[in-house]
């Protein structure tokens, strides 16, 4: 699928962590310009782009190679996926882009990552996650829609969270306790009926969260997972949790299920996953049968992107791999001409949008139109951050 060559994309110079929101600027001071927050508008349609082409992954065909980027609604106070998640998804569905990916979907109670979280632990969550499917797909846009499921890990919102061993991440405010293998057996089977619940409510795939330093992330991990049985002690040993999570989802839904993984390229602390460590680790993730690999990190929602040269933020990890599977950039896509040029340069197959969406639903079709800014107008200033766990749907807070 791909063209293994170089690319021209220039030098990233600065990193900044998801949560240095506002530095005490009031949103006003990060307010669009009116007509979008770069100058170089056109008019010309766009259909011969790259990016608007067909691609494919597994056996799921996509009209385009945008991807709404896993983006917790953060509205299911009772586990519910609620109205307000299902309007959002369908103007997501008619706004063009070729491929959904749901907020994280609990696979367990104990492994939530706040209170609205919508879950997927038990057969009686089929109906309502099924409402994400179904308003999808009604959109009449042909646009898929795939479900990720989680384990929040030490992030969960939870008094003893679990981890893989006693390594927490710098930030972690929890003690935490160390899994027995006998647990993580039954972590395994819990990505398993997760995955059959999400078939079952007619979704087109499913993406295991393997990024952000939730569960399986610390399991890929070699700064939080120090164990020494099956599933710590090299980095073959480390993905053993991945392995065995995808040898059981195809054994029950068969290889026509599509399965995608996101996981981190950089964990963003000394000793853990990084520059030189992840190609290796990328390939043993795809030696174990996943269709995709969507590529983050622990910095996933870096502020400050006026500057194209620090957009599209981990495209110096994506340079290093040379998988025979599609692969999904996320993190910092702001420009429809940037994104274009890395397409062409064949590293990258797809591309993830979160926060560009949840101001812009109907970005992809403004940008295949060629109407407006080749920028979107999100500053991303992660005010719509400040939503998550407060029981109501994130959005922008800007003005529109
Ligand atoms: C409000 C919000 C909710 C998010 N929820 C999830 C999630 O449920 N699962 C996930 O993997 N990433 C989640 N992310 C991270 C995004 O998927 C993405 O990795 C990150 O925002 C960087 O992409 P962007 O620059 O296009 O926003 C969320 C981000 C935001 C802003």
Redesign the pocket.
Known sequence: MKKKTGTSRRKFLQTCT?LTILGGRSLSAFAPAESGNNERASKERRDHYMVFSEGHIGNMRLKNRLVR??????SAPGCEFSDSGAAIHNALGKGGVGLI????IAVMEEGR?EPT?TCIYKDRFVSSIRKIADVVHQAGNGCKVVA?I?HAGMKADVEHPVAPSAFRWPNTIRETRVLSTDEIENIVTHFTEAARRVQEAGFDGI?I?C??G?LLSSFLSPYTNRRNDKYGGSMHKRVTIVREIVAQVRQQLGTDFPILI?MNCNDNVEGGIDINNFPALANEIAKTGVDAI?V?GND???TE?DDIEKQS?YLKYMERLNLDIPVIL?????SIELIEEIAQNGKVDFF???????REPGLPNRWLEGTGSEECT?V?C?S??S??GKGSA?RCRLEQ
């Open positions: 998801a980027a896993a983006t917790a609604e953060g990916i749901s907020g994280h990552a979280q990720q989680s993406e969260h990024a952000h939730y996101k969507e983050s996933t929602c870096r992107l933020y996320t993190g910092g896509n702001k993830g949008f979160a926060r560009p969406f949840i999100c991303s992660n719509c951050l939503f998550l994130t």
